[in-house]
């Protein structure tokens, strides 16, 4: 599969991404909490792109190909990840799933890594993490302009 460092719906899991703002006075309680979320369901695609102001919005969306929008994701609590191509495969000779492993990290914001990527393994930032939705994003300079690439994952 290509994979291009600023549209990988991996992202979040980006993919994907992937947002969890409180403060973690209690780490243990905060962690159990984001896993719990993470690991409830599937997440699938909902939108992803560039956050100019960096609070969240997306002003510029991506134009990310079917076979990427596609894709889903299921954390599990045993720290893997299950990504499967969807339909529509971006390269027929991928497999349909692929598994790797995942963390998250308490602080404010926490970080998901994962090994689904070059970008997971950085690790992206989360800004919102829900029983719903989970937006992640990177912090990145495009021309000398500071901006987050945010992803977004819904159930």
């Known amino acids: 599969m ?5 549209i990988i719906p991996g992202l979040i899991i980006l993919a994907c991404s992937i947002a969890l703002t409180a ?34 919005t997306i002003e510029i969306a991506d134009t990310l190909s ?13 720290s893997t990840v ?6 529509t495969k971006c390269d027929g000779s991928d497999p349909q ?5 995942w963390t998250i990290t308490n602080g404010n914001p926490s970080i998901l890594k994962s090994d689904v990527n070059a970008i997971l393994q950085e690790g992206l930032k989360i800004r919102t993490l829900t029983d719903t939705k989970l937006l992640v994003y990177k912090d990145t300079t ?4 500071s901006l987050w690439y945010v992803f977004s994952l819904k159930h």
């Open 142 to 145: 495009v021309l000398g302009v």
């Open 66 to 78: 079917a076979c990427f929008k596609d894709n889903t994701y299921l954390f599990g609590k045993d």
């Open 2 to 6: 290509k994979k291009s460092p600023l």
């Open 23 to 56: 403060c973690s006075k209690n780490s243990s309680s905060d962690s159990n909490s984001s896993v719990t979320l993470l690991t409830r369901s599937v997440w699938k695609y909902d939108t992803s792109g560039i956050d100019l102001n960096k609070d969240g």
């Open 82 to 87: 299950v990504m499967d191509e969807g339909a």
């Open 97 to 101: 799933t692929s598994t790797y492993p």
